[in-house]
């Protein structure tokens, strides 16, 4: 079986899309897959609402809970890999994780861990992607599935959906056609993925 973890922060509408089209397209049979855990870094993502009430392994591991260890980052990252590596992932899905991962662990998932940001990349990687795009005059925007490596943002790109950016658009507006953009290229994105 080829195990799917998706970690998610907050409202996990890409991991409610990509666990959508797994149902729809039928991922276990055609291509013995499944997304066997959701994992939240936050205990009040939303998302994990929508995962319990779908019938998903849903786990937290609270980035908050390691703030007095003598190092927070790789105490929090070694509970993640404790909750993902017993099932031995093929793929693991960065869908709104909001947490930056040390090199140490985005070594050990190479090839096997993606991302989506949403800009077109290279361009705007980080933060408040859809004002610096507005503020920059550009006439489209858009969303990139990449694989993750030690820089941020910065691994192999493998797919991106554009969109219009609009004379009347603020970041809102710009940030909504985006995550629709979305919705449709990270479960097609995952989906090529695991006909190879
Ligand atoms: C998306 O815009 C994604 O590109 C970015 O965080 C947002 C997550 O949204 N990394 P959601 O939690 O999937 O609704």
Aim: charged share 20%; with cysteine.
């Amino acid at each position: 079986m080829k195990n799917i973890v998706i970690l998610i922060s907050g409202t996990g509408s890409n991991m409610s899309a990509i666990v959508q089209r797994a149902k729809t397209q039928n991922w276990q049979a055609r291509f013995n897959a499944r997304v066997a855990l959701v994992l939240s870094s936050t205990p009040n993502a939303k998302g994990l609402v929508w995962a319990k009430e779908h019938g998903l392994p849903a786990q937290v591991v609270d980035h908050r809970a390691f703030k007095e260890a003598p190092n927070p980052r790789s105490a929090f990252e070694a509970q993640l890999i404790q909750a993902i590596d017993p099932l031995e992932p093929h793929l693991v899905v960065l869908a709104g994780f909001m947490r930056i991962l040390s090199p140490e662990t985005t070594r050990h998932y190479e090839g096997r861990m993606m991302n989506i940001h949403p800009s077109l990349l290279p361009a705007f990687t980080g933060l408040n992607t859809h004002q610096r795009a507005l503020d920059a005059g550009c006439k489209f925007a858009g969303a990139t599935v990449h694989w993750v490596s030690e820089e941020l943002d910065a691994g192999n790109i493998i797919d991106q959906a554009v969109v219009p950016i609009l004379q009347t658009d603020d970041e809102h507006s710009l940030a909504l056609r985006v995550l629709r953009a979305e919705h449709q290229l990270y479960p097609r994105v995952i989906e090529e993925h695991l006909k190879r």
